[in-house]
């Protein structure tokens, strides 16, 4: 089946000339929507691991976590190079000297050619931009923003603590200092319709960033939303409907947008709900299914032209 999509791993081949892959870690931080800097508790949906690892916990260093990524990801993909990501909770929550000890203890394991950021929107400075900066001349650097959605309504009501403007004042502030952006966005989200979800894709393709990572929206246990679905007030999206509003999305996306992800991974033991997040493969499926039975590709109403295919008219 022909892809119909920019992903990830050809990117990054096409970057690097062999696989590379990203090894999650965990640094230990938090997040300003959970300490009290921004609010307490968190999103609805974000559980008290902050959809890491727990490693930190464990006592696993980053090189320790960086050694053992390696040697699973070189097993299994034939991985010669690495990205370290940065994903629990908020990775530039803390003094730029602790960020700056971090991120370097990452880079000077061997092989690893980069760093991808997981943070919010409204956690991050001048002096932590320039820090990353400073990297980005001999590695890879990518930001990774949490927007969800660009619908303030829809921010407010899943508890983010920022709204749409910090996200674009972060998205150009990053971009100002040639660092690639990655935004998160969360289909399926409380009082949403497929309207506003399309302009959510609309508004990070005006924004201009690199990279777009798609999450379907699940049910973590002890979570807000937990309680919201056990309630009968929250619904979760079917695999059917989620690919097609994946496939919404990539429409609105430019070719050129790396599509680094296009579904969750929840903790198979934190998962209240669907149980078809658990099989990512099927998911996979049914939006390259989709794309093939709509005949369409990411781009297309942006005017690009994408797999032979003829640009939007």
């Known amino acids: 089946m022909e892809a119909r999509y920019t992903d ?33 508790g968190g999103c609805i949906y974000c559980n008290t691991r902050g959809s890491g690892t727990g490693a930190h916990g464990r006592g696993l260093s980053l090189t320790a976590q960086l050694v053992a990524g390696k040697a699973a990801m070189a097993r299994r993909y034939r991985a010669q190079k690495f990205i370290a990501y940065f994903q629990s909770f908020s990775n530039t929550h803390a003094p730029v000297a602790h960020l700056k000890a971090i991120y370097e203890e990452a880079l000077a394991v061997e092989d690893v050619v980069g760093l991808s950021i997981g943070t919010r929107p409204d956690c991050v400075s ?17 930001v990774e923003y949490g927007l969800q959605s660009a619908r303030n309504a829809t921010l407010a009501r899943i508890r983010r603590g920022h709204d749409l403007a910090s996200f674009q004042s972060a998205v150009t ?54 309680e919201l679905f056990r309630s009968g ?18 429409e609105r996306l430019p070719a050129r947008v790396v599509i680094q992800r296009l579904t969750g991974d929840p903790h198979p033991e934190e998962l209240a709900a669907p149980g078809w997040c658990r099989d990512k493969t099927a998911t996979l499926a049914a939006i390259r299914r989709r794309l093939e039975e709509r005949r369409t590709w990411q781009g297309r109403l942006c005017g690009d032209s994408f797999g032979g295919q003829p640009a939007a008219s």
């Open 233 to 250: 007030a929250y619904r979760c999206l079917e695999q059917a409907e989620y690919a097609d509003l994946v496939v919404d999305v990539l």
């Open 8 to 40: 990830l791993n050809s990117y990054l081949r096409r970057l690097f000339g062999c696989r590379v892959q990203k090894i999650t870690v965990d640094a230990g931080l938090t997040c300003p929507n959970r300490d009290g800097t921004v609010a307490f």
């Open 126 to 142: 001048e002096p932590v931009l320039n820090l990353l900066q400073s990297y980005s001349h001999i590695h890879l650097i990518w």
């Open 173 to 226: 502030a990053t971009r100002s200092r040639s660092l690639p952006v990655c935004a998160h966005v969360i289909l399926g989200l409380p009082g949403e319709n497929r309207a506003d979800m399309h302009f959510t894709a609309e508004t990070l393709a005006a924004a201009g960033v690199e990279g777009v990572k798609i999450h379907s929206l699940y049910v973590v246990k002890g979570t807000a939303l937990e």
